[in-house]
């Protein structure tokens, strides 16, 4: 009794103490990743929600990666199958309950392929909780969509946001020589299923794509407005050391890598598309801190100087709940 006494407190004391640092570290987007991944913690100022010159900040939106394994094999994957491990569910709740109590207001599953472990269940287990018991104003996940179902939608789809599913490109033969595709199943056709069943289950429907090396001359225009998602996020491809390039990678990235006069060509092809969002190299490594799943060290780094201090806190945070946090 007199531990879980001490446990709660030390609960609350770091909680409080997490949500001040976030005041402090103003503007800042934390990512942290992978086994068991509470992943990207985007931050919020008080002045954007209320149009005020306050300048406190919340935590308000999570990435959470919590598998790296995945069916498909994206030769520019930059969140690789280094690992298998996941948290038992009931740690990933109390994970996830945690960042609620220190002010998430978005949650979006990652991966790996989040729809592999348990076939969906366990992902639709977290999207379950995430809406019904934490009342979370926004679920979403991010998927290659090879392995999502209609049995799935019955079942967890009353309690999903968004859906956004990865498509780098409308040519089957490109998909292939990327990587995205497994077998002979075709990675459109389940493009348009799950595009089908996201407007039979009420549930947003979104779409993101890597620009690289292989894609980059290819005008989408046409496609993206006829599947007319809500948003398509546009990635310039990344490079991350030790994921997909240098020592001990699982790939080689480096020939799926595009400079940014290229990016703008791709994004200045698409300028009709009015639902893009673009996220150049730069974008993202401004706004990601990134840690590895062991917690030991940045991938990415963010400019602010109190990062660090945020990080230190949050590893202490998890480890002593017993949650990984990694990117
Ligand atoms: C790591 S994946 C995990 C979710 C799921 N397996 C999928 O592919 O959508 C999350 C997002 O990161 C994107 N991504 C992967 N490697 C990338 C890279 N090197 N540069 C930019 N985006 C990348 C994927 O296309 C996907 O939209
Ligand atoms: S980007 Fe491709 S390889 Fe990487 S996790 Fe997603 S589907 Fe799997």
């Not at 472990?117 to 679920?139: A, D, I, T, W």
């Not at 990601?288 to 945020?310: A, C, K, N, R, T």
Request: hydrophobic share 35%; net charge neutral; glycine share 6%.
């Amino acid at each position: 009794m007199l531990m879980q006494f001490c446990f709660k407190n030390v609960h609350s004391f770091l909680a409080a103490l997490l949500r001040w640092i976030y005041m402090l570290v103003s503007g800042t987007q934390v990512q942290q990743t992978p086994v068991g991944h509470i992943s990207r913690l985007k931050t919020r100022t008080k002045e954007q929600k209320e149009g005020s010159s306050t300048q406190l900040t919340t935590p308000s939106s999570v990435n959470y990666h919590f598998t790296r394994q995945c069916n498909y094999k994206c030769g520019f994957c930059f969140h690789t199958a280094k690992t298998s491990f996941v948290l038992p569910i009931e740690e990933a709740k109390r994970g996830l309950r945690l960042l609620k109590e220190a002010g998430m207001e978005k949650v979006n599953f990652s991966g790996g392929e989040p729809f592999l472990h348990e076939r969906g269940n366990f992902l639709g287990e977290l999207v379950r909780y995430c809406k019904q018991e934490l009342q979370l104003p926004s679920v979403s996940i991010v998927s290659n969509g090879s392995l999502i179902t209609e049995n799935w939608f019955q079942k967890y789809g009353d309690y999903l946001d968004i859906l956004a599913v990865s498509c780098d490109s409308f040519n089957e033969d490109t998909n292939k020589v990327i990587g995205r595709g497994q077998g002979r199943k075709s990675h459109l056709d389940k493009l348009h299923q799950v595009h089908n069943w996201c407007r039979d289950y009420k549930v947003a429907f979104k779409i993101n794509s890597v620009i690289n090396t292989f894609n980059v001359d290819e005008d989408m225009t046409e496609q993206i407005t006829a599947l007319n998602p809500v948003r398509w996020k546009v990635f310039q491809c990344l490079i991350i050391e030790g994921e997909n390039a240098g020592e001990n990678s699982l790939r080689e990235a480096e020939k799926f890598v595009i400079s940014d006069q290229q990016f703008q060509d791709f994004l200045d092809r698409h300028q009709s598309v009015k639902c893009l969002v673009p996220e150049s190299n730069q974008k993202m490594r401004d706004s990601y801190l990134i840690l590895d799943e062991y917690v030991s060290g940045f991938i990415f780094s963010s400019q602010h100087p109190l990062s660090f201090l945020l990080i230190t806190m949050l590893k202490f945070f998890f480890i002593f709940n017993n949650v990984v946090i990694s990117v």
